[in-house]
């Protein structure tokens, strides 16, 4: 808060920059344009905003005028402005020269729109642009647009693209003349700022830029700065490091640092902080301290942030807290705070305030004044194409005035050019209230943190209200994801790796009836990375030892059925605490006896989680009886009871998530469980045991009897006590329990339940106006995440033909980038895959896949250890094996498909129905996708694995399974049968209120 006197200051400040632009008006905003036009249509109508804004998105890529003349009807029918209807109309009256007609305008239009904020698509548009600024006094800050690097090539090709630009502008700078040169002399503009100033974003200098990957990423991105940074130094110039989303801060901040460090004595570094990130004071703070004792002066360009939208969905997606302030004059408080702090170290650190803001920029006038801060301390910056009249307004103001000028071509362009848009057209945007909603000085002048303390104080209430509890048990929320731009979190995740090697070699023994027991027949379990690491020996039950687990099972559940709902729902949420309070050496187990990568690893456990909290509360829903009909006379209570002796047979590939939900899902609903877990991660079962003992679950109710699936795992499906089967697994195991799970043993007293999830052979479809810059990475998550072993998994991608080229160039590089080894090391993407078995059948079918296709990419793996190399095989057709065959492993088939509806007719055209996936930028493709595309779990423009307890329920039909859906509303009911009770309430013709619908009695 600015005291009294100066708050006076920036108040009269401000009135003088109002009155001097008082009259004119942005070009963004001028009615009289037809971006104008464009733009209050968009603030006027949000509907046709958003569609707007993403046909403004697209466009770039719809390379006919056919695509342009259908999206342009797909997004705008119904809504729209009359331009857009007059050229709709003449489409239709000219036929195909009409669409010509139309596709022209619409391009010229869009061209405009982008040239408004982008200041050139080539060097020569760039220096003539900002050769036209610096006539009028402006200088410039460049920035080569593109966000995307999918791969080395890119990245690399990224650093020319800055090589060549300062070299253009070091041959113009020539005929330049200093800016401010009457009042000062030499080459510098001002006297003291280079003439060549560029901004660099971090992320486009590595295309695996990670937080979990801390150090290796700082490492790629240093790499590649370092040769820009070498040339900015040959031409005396300026160099910012720019700030982007949060996931990346701890990232660039530590690069700039090591810039700096390698760069003492060059004083033009500098770095951007974001004022509404909440993370930002703390940042400075240490910035400062850090400049202080390491002698060196330092530079930052503060903005207010760019990114809002994009970081409150991530983190209501993700469960993490919000990293920006909600409320505007919050980020506006910060900033003339953060600003001050800045000022007060201006001997050390030289700042560059990037705002619109005319409250901002007086405060910062006013705050320089009163520090007595020399002029070559401080810069203006405001962004090229925006507010005209206040850019005018500080450079009179100041002398001085920086423009940041995006350079590209538009396609890699759109995704600013949107951002732009979005920010003007907002609520709460200081230009369109200043210049659209005509909101007056006194109240954009209004010291922000007044104006916080008055929205807290009329927020308050309505928190209080919504805060109060609409039960004892709060609704059901997903864990939330790791944040590994904390680096105690993934400290946390090395010292557990290595508390748990120092585990390895103990015995498990099997568990039944609250008692443990040892055989003679061990089974060792090892790490996938390194076969010869062998973490434990896991003892193997024979047929007598699953009798005794199923006798006792049977044994308790005469008790167990009869607990209530609640308590045993209670359970599961006391086991919850228990592997929240696990989590790192849960995850850590895996990633060492299966080799799950550090996000896979943490992201089975906190899924393992959400099943123990959904089904709780679930359970809780359900275990009410409820009251059917409304018949006088009579009631009727709907209500479930447990089946009996579940069998739980659990996968290798989410050994504690899938585990945790088959048997919670039965212990919860009064069945008695005996588990069996996969052979391969029978450690991570055992940790169940560990839990559910812990929680005090009693005796007889969870059964651990891991075995040899030959010896005893028919005995298990065929006993005759059975009265559940849960199944996850391979279709051939699936099919086979169906089968056995049919025939009537004798002594048995029930038809068997199975629950069957099997696999899937999962395709997604390329669209032709696919954004390749989210489709690439996102198929590639889905195909190569966790080594392609989730039943999820994409293994076929259909590419429709006009984008299949650029589609596979730019996968096929991202996968020579990636690196293959042990997982443990998190730099590494790709690990081993389960066992020299699934090896050997995997690479079998490498070699089908290379005789009935073309090889694009097969990429190399460590001599040691259970690895295949990621492979790539192009065209491949419906009928061939690696098309209809689930793989399980780290292949891919892509396949080239003449139009969406052959597309859509290749992704079905296989036996299972599990998961399946699009990338369009289509309504009418998306909307016939969602008709037509028939799997159990269909994704559209995201990756198609990654399911979400509570929010995409998971499970398939067909051959991938029985149409159960995990994680859903309906699950429990397989787990339990429905029984009615209906009992007769009239006694002489009398029946008490309340019975039936209440209405039997007459009333006298």
């Known amino acids: ?124 548009e760039a220096i003539s642009n900002i050769e036209r600024l610096r006539h009028q006094g402006f200088a410039a800050v460049v920035d080569v647009l593109g966000e995307a690097t999918l791969s080395e090539k890119e990245a690399d090709a990224y650093v020319d693209q800055y090589l060549n ?30 003439r060549i100033n560029v901004s660099v974003k971090a992320t486009a200098l590595s295309c695996l830029a990670s937080p979990m990957d801390y150090e290796g990423s700082v490492a790629a991105i240093l790499r590649r700065l370092r ?32 810039l700096k460090l390698e760069n003492p004595d060059y004083p033009h570094l500098g770095l951007v902080l974001q ?99 020399s002029d070559d301390r401080y810069e203006f910056q405001v962004l090229y194409g925006m507010a005209e009249p206040v850019r005018k307004a500080i450079l009179n103001r100041t002398g001085r005035l920086r423009l940041y000028c995006p350079y590209g071509p538009m396609v890699p362009g759109m995704g600013y050019l949107v951002r732009r848009l979005l920010e003007n057209t907002s609520n709460v945007s ?60 993934r400290q946390a995740f090395r010292e557990h790796i290595g508390q748990v090697r120092n585990r390895f070699g103990r015995k498990y023994p099997l568990f039944i009836g609250g008692q ?112 059917m009909g409304k018949v006088a006379g009579e009631t009727n209570q709907y209500f479930y009871e447990p089946k009996g002796v579940a069998a739980v047979i659990a996968p290798w590939n989410f050994p504690l998530a899938i585990s945790m939900g088959m048997v919670s899902a039965a212990i919860v609903t009064g069945n008695c469980v005996v588990f069996k877990p996969s052979g391969l991660t029978s450690i991570i079962g055992w940790q169940l045991v560990e839990i559910f003992r812990e929680v005090g679950l009693p005796d007889g109710v969870f059964n651990f009897v891991p075995g040899r699936s030959g010896i005893m795992g028919d005995y298990l499906v065929d006993h005759p006590h059975v009265s559940l089967i849960a199944f996850t697994g391979s279709m051939e195991v699936g099919l086979r329990i169906i089968e056995r799970a049919t025939k009537v043993q004798p002594g048995q007293e029930m038809i068997k339940k199975v629950i069957c999830e099997m696999g899937g052979k999962n395709a997604i479809i390329i669209d032709e106006d696919a954004d390749l810059d989210e489709a690439v990475p996102h198929v590639f998550n889905s195909v190569f995440g966790f080594q392609g072993q989730k039943c999820s998994a994409c293994s076929r991608v259909i590419v429709l033909d006009r984008i299949y080229d650029k589609f596979v160039q730019r996968i096929v590089a991202l996968a020579e980038a990636v690196p293959v080894g042990p997982v443990e090391d998190p730099a590494n993407l790709i690990g081993a895959v389960a066992e020299e078995n699934a090896r050997r059948r995997i690479m079998n079918y490498i070699e089908v896949g290379r005789q009935e296709g073309s090889l694009l990419y097969q990429g190399q793996v460590p001599e040691v250890g259970f690895f295949v190399p990621l492979t790539i095989i192009g065209d491949i057709r419906p009928e061939h ?61 995201r990756n198609c694995t990654g399911a979400l307890v509570g929010r995409q329920p998971f499970g398939g039909f067909r051959m991938s399974g029985a149409g159960t859906k995990a994680g859903g509303p309906d699950y429990l009911l397989h787990f339990m049968d429905p029984r009615v009770v209906t009992e007769n309430t009239m006694r002489r013709g009398f029946a008490p209120v309340g019975a039936g619908d209440g209405s039997s009695c007459r009333k006298r």
């Open 165 to 194: 630009l300062i070299g253009s502008i070091e041959r113009a700078m020539g005929r330049w003349k200093p800016l401010g040169a009457g009042r000062t002399s030499g080459s510098m503009d001002w006297g003291h700022a280079p």
């Open 430 to 489: 200081f230009l369109r209230q200043t210049f659209v909603d005509a909101a007056g000085a006194e109240k954009l002048l209004e010291d922000p943190v007044h104006v916080v303390e008055r929205q807290r104080l009329a927020v308050q209430p309505r928190l209080r209200e919504g805060a109060k509890p609409s039960g004892k048990v709060i609704p059901f929320s997903n864990e939330p994801v790791i944040d590994f731009t904390r680096e105690e979190q």
């Open 227 to 258: 040769l820009i940074c070498r040339r900015v130094r040959e031409v005396n110039g300026f160099l910012c490091l720019d700030m982007e989303t949060y996931r990346y801060k701890e990232i660039i901040l530590e690069v700039y640092r090591r």
């Open 516 to 627: 443990q027991l040892e055989t003679e027949d061990l089974l060792p379990s090892v790490n996938p990375s390194d076969p010869s690491e062998i973490l434990g020996w896991v003892c193997q039950a024979g047929t007598d030892e699953v009798a005794q687990a199923i006798g006792a099972a049977r044994k308790s559940f005469e008790t167990w059925r009869d607990v209530t709902p609640e308590i045993r729902a209670e359970f599961l949420l006391k086991a919850c605490t228990v592997v929240r309070r696990r989590i790192y050496e849960l995850s850590a187990l895996q990633v060492l006896e299966i080799g799950k990568q550090w996000d896979q690893a943490y992201a089975d456990v906190t899924e393992a989680i959400d099943f123990l909290e959904y089904y709780a509360r679930e359970m809780m829903r359900l275990g009410s009886p409820r009251s």
């Open 275 to 373: 004022s509404y990130l909440r993370d930002t004071d703390h940042d400075l703070d240490n910035l400062v301290t850090w400049a202080r004792e390491n002698c060196l002066g330092i530079s930052i360009r503060l903005v207010k942030g760019a990114y809002w939208d994009y970081e409150m969905i991530r983190s209501r997606q993700s469960g993490l807290p919000e990293p920006v302030w909600t409320m505007k004059a919050e980020t506006d408080a910060a900033f003339e705070r953060q600003a001050r702090r800045i000022m007060e170290n201006s001997d050390v650190c030289h700042f560059a305030c990037a705002s619109h803001n005319i409250r901002s920029i007086s405060a910062v006038i006013e705050l320089a004044q009163e520090l007595a801060i």
């Open 881 to 941: 094996r690696l098309a209809q065959e689930e793989i399980f492993g780290p292949v891919l088939a892509v396949m080239r498909a003449r139009d969406f509806n052959e597309a859509l007719a290749w992704a079905n055209s296989t036996r299972y129905a599990l998961t399946g996936g699009v990338f369009s930028r289509s309504p009418e493709h998306i909307a016939i996708a969602t008709k037509r595309f028939r799997v159990g779990n269909l994704y559209l423009n």
């Open 1 to 124: 808060m600015a005291d009294s006197e100066l708050n006076r200051r920036i108040v009269s400040c401000g009135r003088e920059m109002f009155a001097g632009i008082y009259g004119e008006t942005p070009s963004l905003f001028d009615k009289g344009r037809w971006l104008g036009k464009l733009m209050a249509w968009s603030m006027s109508d949000e509907e046709f905003k958003t569609r707007l804004f993403r046909f403004v998105d697209v466009f770039p890529t719809l390379s006919t005028d056919r695509m342009v003349a259908d999206h342009l009807e797909e997004y705008f029918a119904g809504a729209q402005p009359p331009v857009l209807a007059l050229l709709r109309q003449a489409a239709g009256v000219f036929g195909p020269f009409g669409n010509f007609i139309q596709r022209k305008a619409v391009s010229t239009a869009i061209r405009k729109m982008a040239q408004q904020f982008i200041v050139g698509e080539n060097t020569t």
